[in-house]
């Protein structure tokens, strides 16, 4: 991985319970760490109908590379952008030291 490429800054969240004096317990979303991503093309889905491009582009998926961070898990959420995402498929590179994260949009 070439540190040029990483141009793109991801924002990852992890789950923090607090509890009050009553005892309730609330979650939410915190953000853990920042840290500087490699944006990948993204995959188009091919159209078999009479479309003329062909393709279409989804942008509910995205996909990204960094270091390997160990403070990187799958129940992190990561906000690109603007938008939050989770976490579909977390695949360590043993051979670079590098994570390749395959995000999905949240609906929220």
Do not use: W
Not at 19 to 48: D, H, M, P, R, W
Not at 50 to 55: T, W
Not at 78 to 91: M, N, R
């Amino acid at each position: 991985m070439n540190a040029g490429e990483l141009r793109y800054t991801l924002d990852f969240l992890t789950l923090v319970k607090s509890q009050n004096n009553t005892g309730e317990e609330t979650k939410s979303y915190q953000k853990a760490f920042s840290c500087k991503a490699a944006k990948l093309k993204s995959n188009t889905i091919v159209i078999k109908s009479d479309v003329n491009a062909k393709e279409l582009f989804d942008d509910t998926n995205l996909v990204f590379v960094v270091r390997n961070y160990p403070q990187i898990k799958d129940d992190c959420r990561v906000v690109y952008d603007g938008t939050t995402y989770h976490i579909k498929l977390l695949e360590r590179m043993v051979e670079d030291n590098s994570i390749k994260l395959t995000l999905e949009k949240l609906n929220l």
